[in-house]
């Protein structure tokens, strides 16, 4: 069975930076794109970054040049480095994955999520 776990969630003060990191684990054959969304409270869940298994990024417009995304494809982890924190950042963070398993079968698996809070 194949599941995300992320950590690095907390508290910080606006300016500041965290680093969320997610672990991909079971059996699984490949991963094709990763990525990062986030829902705040009273709000749609948005994608904020992806990155293909080749390296290619993407950004939401919100936090281009303040989050970068990376993965390591022999340890099947994403994170995401977030500097120049706001307060508008503050939302649960949700890692995704696109995913085959060892039985073939493709699915678009996602993590529990963890809190992320900018305080002004």
């Known amino acids: 069975q194949v599941q995300l776990v992320e950590s690095g969630g907390g508290l910080v003060q606006a300016g500041g930076s965290l680093r969320l990191s997610c672990a991909a684990s079971g059996s699984i054959f490949s991963i094709n794109r990763m990525g990062w969304h986030r829902q705040a409270p009273g709000k749609q869940r948005e994608p904020v970054a992806s990155?293909?298994?080749?390296?290619?990024?993407n950004y939401a417009d919100s936090v281009k040049g303040r989050f970068t995304i990376s993965r390591d494809n022999a340890k099947n982890t994403v994170s995401l480095q977030m500097n120049s924190l706001k307060p508008e950042d503050t939302a649960v963070y949700y890692c995704?994955?696109?995913?085959?398993?060892?039985?073939?079968?493709?699915?678009?698996?996602w993590g529990q999520g963890t809190q992320v809070t900018v305080s002004s």
């Open positions: 995704n994955a696109m995913i085959t398993d060892s039985a073939w079968w493709k699915g678009d698996y």
């Open positions: 990155i293909t298994s080749g390296g290619s990024t």
